[in-house]
């Protein structure tokens, strides 16, 4: 699961107010490679949240990013290129997805982050 | 600039829009638009001017168009998959005299760019519906004579292809109604489509396969109406082994893929055989991310908005596999109370999951894609629909954000169809259409029963034939595209 992914969920069971951002159990993290799509990034900067994404890519290991981040800083390529590995080519591989408010794991194996819910958070 | 448009002769419904999605892809209507100054509102703006040929059916495959240069109409031609060709027109007529007289008629300046002394040139047949043998041929492209040729020729690759269309006489059986009279084309061809593109990735050679794998060409037509394109992000909501993906990465999008079924995101058929391998198989980049989530409870977090520039999808609409929800049936139907699941059983416990109707399933696929597709985003889905007297019930899924551009339909059997739906997002997803969808959504859960009978096209699909329509027990399930037929 690269954290653009991580970026867009939230826990939606039932009753939880606050889903987001989802806290991360690392237990196996790889790098994947991804062509650097610059036009593609600019388009994700607005619609990603930035503080999520920051302390995301902190609990995987790579903590180049800033704390906050403007528009501005889309003219640099060296922020780019911190934003795409930290966007792209981050995967958890194995491990979990917490729930912020009630501390359910949403299991992630293979890459893969089981969102389905249980009966009883419907 | 009108063009001779020659499609291959299939999938007649899908042919013209194909054409306008990616006349839209390659900027036609832009440039069209600031002509106008912008005119809002005005019914043409998207639209091609189309003509048919004297003589000719709408199913011909023989059509004229109106695009602004070669430089589009070969771009739209090499994207396509059923255009089989684009050419200038040099004449035409119902008999080699008037076609002669009409080739002596065009301007000279039109053609002797492509007659020079360094260029090469080929001319060749091609009879629809009809079989010639290769001394006609000969005799044919001999009586060309008139034209002044000043090149050599090269049927290799020569640097200038000029092609002889004709139609067969009228009467025979070529599949199309009968025309009045022939009529034969010669034109200069400006491009024609990658149909390599099929054998390559025809599902037959893929890896990963499950019983509802959307057929190559299919896939690739789902992705040409989504205007997919490089650096484009495109979503399957319900991707299973991910084929609809393949055609969009194929041409240069981006992908994200979600599925209830966690075993078919997840393991496939081990490390070699799964969604993964099936990109890798065609050197294609991975989806950006696979999930397993339920489009009826999307995970999405609150706010997220307008992040995909398409949703292509095939939902399952319980005729060739049954959608799935969750929540249990007794649940829902209120025979079993809420249950916990307890604390010691709840790593491993599988969630059970509900039938999830076609009403049902097109409201939240509609909601989603109103809330994250981007303005002017596409969406691009199958919508299934039962046949009556050879005609379809043409009333598609509406809603405010959305303008319908172009319904497909491709006929499966006696009784039923699938119609590809090309909507565009034409509105914001406001507060109002927000709570008017929670609303929907609520009455869904309470008439969960209801709307699962109404809902039941499969049962309509499969019921017994009219005894009026003939001997066969049961409608006619066609082979679908796949190969296989599957039915829950």
Known sequence: MRLLTHNMLSSNIKGVTNGFPLQIEAVKVVEKQVDFNPDFLKNMFSKVDWTALAAASKALGYADLPEAAGADMLDSDDFLRRFHHALLQLHLEEGALVCPETGRRFPVSKGIPNMLLHEDEV | MWYLCVFYHRLLDYRKPEVESLAELFGVFNSRESESGRENGNPEKNCLQWRLPQYHHPDSPFHFVDLPSDDIARKIANRSILVKGVYELW??????????????????????????????????????????????????????????????????????????????????????????????????????????????????????????????????????QALTAPGKLVYDPFVGTGSILVAAAHFGAMTMGADIDIRVVRDGRGPDCNVWSNFKQYGLPMPLGLLRADNNLPPWRPGLKEVFDAIICDPPYGVRAGGRKSGGRKLLKGVVGPYTVPDDKRTDHIPSTAGYCLAECVHDLLDLAAQMLVMGGRLVYFYPVLRED???????????????????????????????????????????????????????????????????????????????????????????????????
């Open chain 2, 91 to 224: 004449g035409e007529g119902s008999t080699y005299e008037e076609l002669e007289e009409a080739i002596k008629a065009y301007p000279d300046e039109q053609k002797l760019p492509y007659l020079t002394s360094e260029s090469t040139f080929k001319i060749t047949i091609d009879s629809f519906g009809k079989v010639m043998s290769s001394e006609e041929q000969n005799d044919r492209i001999r009586s060309f004579s008139y034209i002044p040729f000043k090149g050599r020729v090269n049927l290799r690759s020569p640097d200038h292809k000029f092609w002889v269309l004709e139609t067969d006489d009228s009467g025979s059986n070529n599949g199309l109604p009968p025309v009045d009279q022939k009529r034969i084309f010669f034109g200069r061809e400006v491009g024609t489509a990658d149909r390599k593109l099929l054998p390559t990735y025809q599902l037959k050679s893929r890896t990963y396969l499950g019983p509802t794998a959307m057929d190559a060409e299919m896939a690739f037509l789902m992705a040409n």
């Open chain 2, 390 to 488: 050879d005609t379809i019930d043409t009333n598609f899924p509406e809603h405010p954000c959305f303008k319908l551009v172009a319904a497909c339909e491709q006929i499966l059997s006696l009784r039923y169809s699938r119609v590809l739906l090309t909507m565009v997002k034409i509105g914001p997803y406001t507060e109002e259409i927000a709570e008017s969808a929670r609303i929907q959504h609520l009455e869904f859960k309470e008439n969960h029963l209801k709307w699962l009978e109404e809902g039941n096209l499969r049962s309509a699909v499969l019921s017994p034939v009219d005894s009026h329509s003939g001997g066969e027990g049961y409608a006619k399930l066609e082979q679908g595209c796949d190969g296989s037929i599957l039915i829950d």
